[in-house]
């Protein structure tokens, strides 16, 4: 079973501050993707990556960045957090190999920015 | 603009009462429709993927269909543990890139 990681289900850090999001999954798949969840907005796609070193903005990457230096990792970065970055943030990843591959998803991060 | 849309936005049933779920789609270039169970507190969890009108599939008592505007996900004898937000995703192609748009999703209470 292919597991996506994320490194801590609950954060609360203040404004101004520099966040960091991990993400690991164990099945050597090729794309990872960050992704924020929000009630009445569903899910909104910020960046994904296709390779190590390599990342695409997503729909609303303004205010993140993504670092990728293992296939296996993935990390979101905020690097002024603001209050509106207060949501759920989920790690996902799939193989890119295969056409269609479905989206394996981790548990989420709820961050909340005071 | 590729979009989804899912009705009803909640959905309250009585253990036993059959019902489903609607994913309507708009989208340009259609490469596969995602099904998505979602428990609170976690990330969504994958069910079926459909590719083409007329495909059915089927997983314990939910049943997922697509024709060429819409997709439904039927739940058949629902229990209460099938109480979950349902979301649904499109694969679209379009200008050589791939784009996967999802809908707000459904959320699903299944009362004893």
């Known amino acids: 079973d292919v597991k996506v990681t994320q490194s801590s289900r609950y954060l609360v850090k203040r404004t101004g501050e520099k966040v960091f999001l991990e993400c690991v999954q164990d099945?050597?798949?090729?794309?990872m993707f960050w992704y924020r969840q929000d009630p009445g907005l569903g899910l909104r796609l910020i960046y994904f990556s296709y390779d190590v070193k390599m990342k695409e903005k997503g729909d609303i990457p303004e205010g993140y960045s993504v670092s990728r230096e293992k296939k296996e990792r993935f990390s979101l970065i905020l690097e002024s957090a603001s209050t509106n970055q207060t949501s759920m943030y989920l790690c996902a990843s799939n193989s890119g190999g295969v056409i269609n591959s479905p989206l394996h998803f981790g548990n989420g991060t709820r961050l909340t920015v005071t | 603009e590729d979009q989804v849309t899912q009705s009803p936005e909640a959905l309250r049933l009585q253990e036993g009462e059959s019902s489903s779920l609607n994913c309507s789609y708009t989208?340009?270039?259609?490469?596969?429709l995602f099904w998505y169970r979602q428990d609170p507190g976690k990330g969504p969890e994958f069910l079926f993927t459909?590719?083409?009108a007329g495909e059915e599939k089927e997983k314990e008592r939910l049943k997922a269909t697509l024709t060429k505007k819409e997709s439904f996900l039927h739940i058949t004898a629902p229990k209460p543990e099938d109480s979950a937000t349902y979301l649904c995703a499109v694969q679209t192609a379009q200008g050589g890139s791939e784009k996967l748009v999802f809908g707000k999703g459904t959320k699903l209470t299944v009362n004893p």
């Open positions: 099945m050597d798949h090729e794309n």
């Open positions: 459909l590719y083409s």
């Open positions: 989208v340009s270039g259609l490469r596969g």
